[in-house]
């Protein structure tokens, strides 16, 4: 393979197991996790602590690198093969990502809430006016820019940073990759002039977190999608590039990793999910390369494009039922059976979500194209 294909394979192969990624990052929303390596005691060991250890590890640090890899993708494809920015391409380029992000952005944002009126009107108690007032007082288009408002820690200097969320709250990210688009020339000149010193700058703001805190500006997708942009307008190859600190990413993800978990305040969790990022695209490029996986392979194929609907279909409700069918099925509280309770939470939302992907596909293929984008 070349490197453009191994480049281009390397994308399609990540989509499908980094929005599995996302799935586990929600499937321990709302539930404790107590991970302070620093006060394990590693003579007695319990199975608690193994527990909590595995679902700390993947899915509030290894899954954490799922939407730093796609905002790299993005911005990678959007400027991929530019040779000169021009304003009938802008526009050519909004139009496509009008279609391909704006339109199943909205929908997917008014389907939990057709879902969520249908089930309270069946209560008829009352408690869907209350809803109906309660989504109408706080300004019906905040359900698409702000609905939910959470701290997410604070900066270097000790700023409380707060975090904005749609009415589907995972799609906060298709919200700030939307702003992505709608800005790319100023982030096209910005990353064509400045280049490595304007991302080495971004960088520094996104490991201090010190930045603009208003809704569709995070210093993640600024970050990211600059630097997948980068490559790209500067005719790098993607995965050619990231390959020449293999080793040293790989070192820098585990060592950070681990102080991270002894140390669960640690800012060096941004330096972690900037190195793990880049290892998680060099693995899956090298197994690419060395034959150790198929992308071209029809079920690899068919699963790559349901990465966007398992993304944005799984906490529209789907997480919470498969979370109580697990436990229906598996009543046993002991640890053995809570580490498979935990992934199988996950495994039981994503097939679901691949099941009505599939469904949809035979039944609906045009109304499936519109929810995805065509994807």
């Known amino acids: 393979m ?21 799935v586990f990052t929600h499937a321990v929303s709302g539930h404790e996790v107590n991970a302070h390596m620093s006060q394990v005691d590693w003579q007695n060991l319990t199975g608690m602590d193994i527990y909590n250890i595995i679902r700390y590890t993947v899915s509030l640090l290894i899954a954490r690198g799922a939407r730093p890899c796609f905002y790299i993708f993005s911005g990678f494809l959007f400027f991929h093969k530019m040779i000169e920015w021009n304003r009938p391409l802008y526009f050519e380029k909004i139009k496509r990502r009008i279609k391909t992000l704006v339109i199943p952005y909205l929908l997917w944002n008014i389907i939990p809430i057709v879902i969520t009126a249908v089930l309270l009107f069946r209560h008829m108690d009352g408690s869907l006016a209350k809803w109906m007032n309660e989504l109408w007082a706080g300004g019906i288009l905040k359900i698409f820019w702000n609905y939910y408002e959470y701290g ?3 900066n270097i200097f000790g700023y409380p940073i707060p975090s904005y969320f749609p009415y589907n709250d995972p799609l906060w990210f298709v919200r700030d990759l939307i702003m992505m688009s709608f800005l790319s020339p100023l982030i096209y000149y910005y990353v064509k002039y400045t280049k490595i010193v304007g991302i080495v700058v971004l960088g520094i703001c996104y490991y201090t977190q010190v930045w603009i805190y208003i809704p569709c500006f995070k210093i993640d997708a600024f970050f990211f999608y600059s630097l997948g942009a980068f490559f790209s307008i500067q005719g790098k190859n993607l995965i050619v590039e990231l390959r ?6 790989l070192i820098v993800a585990v060592i950070t990793m681990l102080i991270k978990m002894y140390d669960t305040e640690s800012r060096i969790v941004f330096l ?13 490029s090298w197994l690419l390369e060395h034959g150790r996986i198929n992308a071209d392979h029809a079920f690899v194929s068919f699963l790559s494009r349901t990465s966007f609907f398992v993304f944005a279909v799984h906490t529209v409700f789907l997480l919470g039922w498969s979370q109580r069918f697990v436990n229906f099925i598996i009543t046993s509280d002991s640890v053995f059976y ?12 994503v097939v ?12 609906a293929p045009k109304l499936l194209n519109v929810l995805t984008g065509s994807r």
């Open 2 to 22: 070349t490197n453009e294909e191994i480049q281009s394979k390397t994308i399609r192969l990540l989509r499908f197991p980094l929005a599995v990624a996302v």
């Open 152 to 154: 997410a820690g604070n």
């Open 244 to 249: 020449k600190g293999m080793a040293f990413w």
């Open 272 to 284: 972690f999910i900037i190195a793990l990022t880049v290892t998680i695209i060099n693995i899956a």
């Open 338 to 349: 809570l580490i498979i309770k935990y992934f199988s939470e996950t495994i039981v939302c």
């Open 352 to 363: 679901v979500c691949v099941g009505l992907y599939y469904l949809t596909h035979k039944i």
